[in-house]
């Protein structure tokens, strides 16, 4: 797995940026969990899930402490 994961990021640095935009434009994003995971998500707590959701939007960890 580790071999894999450096050969898929040096085939992304190869990527001009024209090729970088329509791989992301075919990615799935997903805004919310996916519904499969909602029991699983209401086990946790309402910060949990705040947190869970600002981490998934990319902040890092010093965004996330602002937030409380």
């Known amino acids: ?5 450096i050969a898929e990021q ?5 990527m001009s ?10 990615l799935q994003i997903y805004s919310e969990a996916p ?4 029991e699983k998500l209401s086990a946790l707590t309402s910060r949990e899930r705040e947190v869970t959701a600002l981490s998934a939007q990319g902040k ?9």
């Open 17 to 26: 940026l024209e090729q970088a935009a329509a791989y992301a434009r075919q």
């Open 1 to 5: 797995m580790f071999l894999e994961t």
């Open 35 to 38: 519904p499969q995971n909602e």
């Open 60 to 68: 890092s960890t010093a965004r996330l402490r602002l937030n409380w």
């Open 10 to 14: 040096a085939a992304g640095r190869a």
